[in-house]
């Protein structure tokens, strides 16, 4: 059974998924759904997904960028996440607490205009490793951020190393670099780190 006309978007499903809705728009979703079988299993289908981010990212398999919203999610879900907001041009120190699962990087980019026709990607740099360029990143323009997950295990095992990122738009015109953000991560000498 597929969804008809006027079932709801996958969008509008992890909106009413996350919290998200107004209550009106959300009791809607919420009686449509008792009616609508193919519409109950993408919710089912949605929620397992949810569940199995927030798995990959206690097992450290999910490093890369999301939306404040999805953070909010894990941490609802009992995820311990520690943020760290950096504004374009910053580096903040960083340590990972004994009790954090997840670090996220809250990149600053509400100076960043919407160019018509333009996508942002995102280059991503710890220490040595090799840089990971992520493209079509999602801004969030609600909350004006991009947030960058790390799996606090994986963070946890690296000496004093600086985390970098570049904000690179992409158009027609080609490529510019439009912010730059970092991380001077410290391992956890006790309560004194940098939190």
Do not use: K, N
Not at 71 to 84: F, I, K, N, P, S
Not at 157 to 174: D, K, N, P, Y
Request: charged share 25%; proline share 8%.
């Amino acid at each position: 059974m597929s969804p008809g006309p006027r079932c709801p978007s996958w969008d509008d499903l992890a909106d009413w998924w996350a919290g998200d809705l107004a209550p009106a728009d959300r009791d809607a979703i919420e009686e449509h759904l008792l009616a609508c079988e193919a519409c109950a299993g993408r919710a089912g289908r949605l929620a397992d997904l949810a569940g199995g981010v927030a798995a990959l990212a206690r097992a450290g398999a999910v490093p890369g960028p999301t939306t404040a919203a999805v953070l909010d999610r894990l941490e609802r879900d009992g995820l311990r996440v520690h943020r760290y907001p950096i504004a374009a041009g910053q580096v903040v120190p960083c340590a990972v607490w004994p009790d954090d699962e997840v670090m996220a990087a809250v990149l600053d980019v509400r100076a960043l205009g919407g160019a018509e026709g333009a996508r942002f990607d995102v280059l991503a740099r710890a220490g040595d490793d090799p840089p990971i360029r992520v493209e079509d990143v999602p801004l969030d323009r609600t909350t004006g951020t991009l947030v960058w997950l790390s799996v606090a295990a994986l963070e946890r095992r690296r000496s004093a190393t600086r985390v970098s990122f570049r904000l690179i738009r992409v158009s027609a015109e080609g490529e510019a670099v439009v912010g730059e953000y970092g991380l001077a991560h410290e391992p956890w000498t006790g309560p004194s780190s940098p939190r």
